[in-house]
């Protein structure tokens, strides 16, 4: 998708130029301007690009929905969140009355979390956002907007699987505590 478009940064507007984005993903990888504008309001690298996807979810809402129904698109989606999985674990997952939300950019699933509820306490497992949109805030969208559909739910737990510290780090952001190989976090 390309085109010209002019970008408003810190009050000012600027001529800025799509040039490209992933047509397998279908996410757009890259804003271009003029490189002095970036380096004037001091926009380089990771922070130009975290900076271009949230401008971007303004124009392309990213959104968090229960997914009742799979559609062939998210069948392909879902094998690259959870490519140990197969399409018949999830719809099985769904048919057992227990939930799969997942973030949606543009028409594709970013990431998901399956959810059994047990009165006002919410099991989560399997929580993953895909490698290439990972630390621009889909993960805690996707566990903010999820607590926000469920308002029912006043506790929220996830087994911890692995030592893994990005994990940690994500789990601490979103509020969340680890107390014997568990992570847990109390509606507030």
């Not at 990213?62 to 197969?86: H, R, S, Y």
């Not at 699933?109 to 399997?126: C, N, P």
């Not at 805030?137 to 510290?165: C, F, K, R, W």
């Amino acid at each position: 998708m390309e085109g010209c478009q002019r970008l408003k940064l810190l009050n000012k507007t600027y001529p800025a130029v799509y040039i490209s984005y992933d047509s397998s993903e279908n996410i757009f990888d890259l804003l271009l301007f003029k490189k002095s504008y970036a380096t004037m309001l001091g926009l380089s690298g990771k922070l130009f690009q975290s900076f271009f996807l949230c401008y971007l979810c303004l124009i392309m809402k990213l959104t968090i929905e229960k997914l009742d129904q799979l559609t062939a698109q998210d069948e392909i989606d879902l094998a690259k969140i959870w490519p140990q999985q197969q399409p018949a674990d999830w719809q099985r997952w769904m048919n057992e009355q227990r939930m799969i939300f997942a973030a949606r950019f543009n028409a594709r699933l970013l990431g998901a979390v399956k959810v059994s509820v047990v009165e006002t306490q919410a099991e989560l497992s399997d929580l993953c956002v895909r490698e290439v949109t990972r630390r621009r805030g889909v993960g805690l969208y996707l566990l903010e907007d999820l607590q926000a559909q469920l308002p029912a739910i006043t506790a929220l737990s996830m087994q911890a699987e692995s030592n893994d510290p990005v994990l940690a780090a994500f789990m601490q952001a979103c509020g969340f505590t680890l107390h014997n190989g568990n992570w847990h976090k109390l509606k507030a």
